[in-house]
């Protein structure tokens, strides 16, 4: 049981180019989530998925695509990447998406735009 | 959207004492609200979830109260040891899925 799983661990990219952030998750969790993090910022939600097929925008989107390609899969894409985008990603799944269940944490992903 | 405050000082303590984190919260009270704690370099991981009609809430040397007056949580570890320091993060749910955490506090506890 490997919880959240997260590739890769470092990235460092220049300006305009693209990737795409992997997580996986192996409890059925139904709700995943990304979120990066900035020195003094906490954790921001970048996009989140309810289910499998479904997404939404969080409180910072911009730059940003998301693929729920099943339910275990969930992949952040940056198409023109900028050093605005410098951070550290999370991503994160939850049981069932009801109220109250605790979040389950990847070991991040540091990315490096220059 | 919410906007979550936590004291961006590092607390400073010695060990044995109790620890006290504040964490306040703009806007209309959240259900519940959860405590993570963030060692370096890794990602969160979830300690204890207060909700709005519990005032209190207790997990060995974890306490955490709820105050939707004040639109406040505190979080205190008693009997704090040193590998009780790392970053401490509160969180809400705005709407279903929708989160917002605090920029955290920092701990540290000298031995």
């Known amino acids: 049981n490997a919880g959240v799983t997260q590739t890769p661990k470092f990235q460092v990219l220049k300006t305009g180019q693209s990737m795409t952030l992997q997580c996986a998750q192996d409890?059925?969790?139904?709700?995943m989530y990304w979120y990066r993090q900035d020195p003094g910022m906490g954790l921001r939600l970048i996009y989140y998925?309810?289910?499998?097929?479904?997404?939404d925008k969080g409180e910072v989107p911009n730059g940003y695509n998301v693929s729920r390609l099943n339910k275990r899969e969930f992949s952040l894409r940056l198409e023109s990447a900028a050093p605005s985008q410098t951070s550290v990603y999370f991503c994160?799944?939850?049981?069932?998406?009801?109220?109250?269940?605790?979040?389950?944490f990847g070991p991040g992903t540091r990315l490096t735009v220059t | 959207s919410q906007k979550i405050e936590q004291n961006s000082e590092a607390l400073n303590i010695q060990e044995g004492k109790t620890a006290t984190l504040t964490c306040n919260y703009t806007?209309?009270?959240?259900?519940?609200l959860q405590w993570y704690r963030q060692d370096p370099g890794r990602g969160p991981v979830f300690l204890l979830l207060i909700r709005e009609n519990e005032k209190e809430k207790r997990k060995e040397r974890l306490k955490v109260t709820f105050d939707t007056t004040l639109k406040q949580s505190l979080f205190h570890i008693t009997a704090s040891q040193p590998a009780d320091s790392a970053t401490y993060l509160c969180a809400l749910e705005e709407n279903f899925n929708k989160f917002y955490f605090g920029s955290g506090t920092k701990l540290n506890v000298k031995p």
């Open positions: 994160a799944s939850r049981a069932t998406g009801g109220d109250g269940y605790e979040q389950y």
């Open positions: 806007n209309y009270s959240p259900a519940y």
């Open positions: 998925s309810a289910s499998e097929g479904t997404t």
């Open positions: 409890m059925n969790h139904n709700s």
